[in-house]
């Protein structure tokens, strides 16, 4: 009966909503979400699956910045009313999750939807509704190509991070057998495609490749096998989970002759601190890098720190400075539209942030037509159980 359900709210949400009206989507939700006293945001994302970090620490860092807004009266005058819903990145999930966001809690916009499966299951019917979907947790190219007027991207793309990642470690580091293991998603096969097409414009070819699926556990043949292959550059479609134990069974065989390579989906301090040290020497091109209480942080961002510790209970990663700043940008663009709230005026708002710098140092711009604030790499790589920058502003 659940997988009834399930389906039937997938049904519904193909057919605009099980109970929605029936008038002129552009005209009917034009200000959904909004009322003289707040505007609804929402999010899908995982709280409870296997990148639950990623999602539970975007949500905490932007419920952070939404509260400082409400706490100084709100934007313009309206409360911003966050609701969340958790996918446990399962795109069924998704798809009922964005059902009930868009039609019955009429949201104004979509923020931090977190994967790229579940993004794509249903962006095309958000944009039917008119739901702007506003810096997704995903680096896939179906995030800013074709270009969407609702739209925008605030983090790295993973085609272009392992496109440059391969002229990288080519160029600087002489390294000539080139292999890729990935998840067979789509976000795994981004990843692929990427190398794949660096690769061709440098004539060169792939070594070897390995897929495997989302749930696996066991990595002992895979290593193998790209071992066995000679490669000595292995870029990776993975996350957390499986990026931790791949890197745990290439350290059990004794194979330390390849670097590893991964992107901003497999970039935290659980991979860092690893007690085997298997993710020693492990390299990322992310678009943030990781902070560090104790290192040389200035006042203000050293004050976020505290007072994220404080209200979580835990130290904000990457997903808590992505969250916060999604969550500025967006009460940015709130206060720029003005009080006469509309999508048309949000967008608007949005491509004229031209300046921006966030709280940590790094710059967006968008514009007519540009909706990815982002377009260079940071390199990271883990030394001693922590993440360290070794290049910025890097690019293919």
Not at 212 to 237: Q, Y
Not at 325 to 335: F, K, N, S, T
Request: charged letters at 20%; glycine letters at 10%.
């Amino acid at each position: 009966m659940r997988s009834v359900a399930r389906w039937v709210g997938i049904v519904c949400f193909l057919a605009a909503g099980c109970g929605g009206g029936t008038d002129s989507q552009s005209d009917a939700t034009a200000v959904d979400g909004v009322s003289d006293t707040e505007v609804v945001i929402g999010a899908h994302t995982d709280l409870s699956g296997s990148i639950a970090i990623w999602g539970v620490g975007s949500i905490n860092g932007a419920r952070m910045r939404f509260d400082e807004a409400n706490s100084a009266g709100g934007v313009n005058g309206r409360q911003i009313r966050f609701v969340v819903e958790d996918t446990q990145y399962q795109v069924p999930r998704a798809i009922q999750a964005a059902n009930k966001l868009i039609h019955r809690d009429k949201i104004f916009a979509m923020l931090l939807a977190l994967g790229t499966p579940t993004n794509n299951a249903v962006m095309t019917q958000q944009f039917k509704a008119g739901v702007p979907n506003l810096f997704p947790l995903t680096g896939a190219r179906s995030m800013v190509e074709p270009f969407q007027e609702l739209m925008f991207t605030q983090r790295g793309i993973y085609y272009d991070e392992m496109r440059a990642a391969v002229k990288y470690f080519v160029e600087e580091q002489g390294k000539k057998s080139i292999c890729v293991v990935y998840q067979d998603t789509d976000y795994g096969q981004e990843i692929l495609e990427g190398v794949r097409d660096q690769v061709a414009a440098m004539g060169l070819e792939i070594a070897e490749t390995s897929a495997h699926k989302p749930t696996d556990s066991e990595f002992t043949a895979a290593i193998l096998r790209l071992r066995n292959a000679g490669c000595d550059l292995v870029l990776m479609g993975t996350v957390h989970r499986d990026t931790v134990l791949l890197l745990e069974a290439a350290r059990k065989i004794g194979w330390d002759g390849a670097a590893w390579v991964g992107n901003n989906a497999a970039y935290g301090q659980v991979i860092a601190e690893q007690k085997s040290g298997s993710g020693e020497g492990y390299y990322a091109f992310v678009h943030m890098a990781k902070l560090y209480r104790d290192s040389d942080l200035r006042a203000e961002v050293a004050a976020w720190w505290d007072r994220y510790v404080e209200l979580y209970r835990s130290e904000p990663g990457l997903p808590a400075m992505e969250g916060y700043r999604a969550a500025d940008l967006l009460v940015q663009a709130l206060e720029a539209a003005g009080p006469d709230l509309t999508r048309e005026r949000l967008i608007a708002a949005l491509e004229g942030i031209t300046e921006y710098q966030d709280l940590f140092g790094y710059n967006l711009a968008f514009g007519p037509g540009d909706h990815n604030g982002v377009s260079e790499s940071v390199l990271s790589v883990v030394r001693n159980g922590r993440w360290e920058t070794l290049a910025e502003s890097i690019s293919y």
